[in-house]
């Protein structure tokens, strides 16, 4: 049932952030189509493509956080033991909580206060701006301490929520050396096929 749930979550936050650029692509294509060719315009396409693309970053960083794909350092917490890592582990996600707890608590109290500010263009509320921040700090606060539960309860798990994706520079930089030990291992393969003949 969590696997389900998680899954439909994950589904809903990459149809919201693919809706979110799909709308503001519309919006600036058709601003400047509409310029260009009919010398008129949308005059609330651009503070509503501002707006779509807060909310698809903040909405990534959700993401993001979900499949470990922030940018972290884990040369000392690989070296660890797997007591030492999970040690490590809860103590900077409780850091992580609790800059949330600031970040919902601002966000909070500034959606409160705009609430009847108005967008000069669009004449949106300024909270649903500010509201991102709401959205964010609950949403990351929940992957956080689904981790936190699966570092201190699931076997294993330890491993797998430390290790940071390797960058595409680190792939790339790898990618020639595999293939010399391929292309090593192939001809000793066949150098050894030869000498059987």
């Not at 501002?50 to 956080?65: E, K, N």
Request: glycine share 10%; proline share 2%; hydrophobic share 50%.
């Amino acid at each position: 049932m969590f696997k389900k749930a998680g899954k439909f979550l994950d589904g809903a936050l990459n149809v919201l952030m693919a809706s979110t650029l799909a709308f503001m692509c519309i919006l600036v294509f058709g601003n400047v189509v509409l310029r260009y060719g009919f010398n008129s315009g949308i005059t609330w396409s651009e503070e509503m493509s501002r707006f779509l693309f807060i909310w698809m970053s903040f909405l990534g960083a959700i993401g993001a956080l979900k499949d470990n794909d922030h940018l972290g350092v884990d040369t000392l917490v690989r070296k660890l033991p797997t007591g030492a890592k999970r040690i490590v582990f809860v103590i900077s996600n409780a850091i992580v909580l609790y800059v949330l707890y600031l970040l919902f608590d601002g966000s909070w109290k500034i959606t409160l206060s705009s609430v009847g500010s108005r967008a000069p263009a669009t004449g949106l509320s300024m909270a649903f701006i500010y509201g991102t921040g709401l959205v964010v700090s609950i949403g990351m606060g929940l992957i956080i301490l689904v981790h936190l539960y699966q570092a201190l309860f699931r076997p294993g798990a330890i491993d797998e929520l430390t290790r940071m994706k390797e960058s595409e520079e680190e792939i790339m930089a790898a990618a020639p050396v595999q293939h010399e030990a391929t292309e090593l291992a192939l001809g000793r393969k066949q150098g050894a096929a030869g000498g059987e003949r």
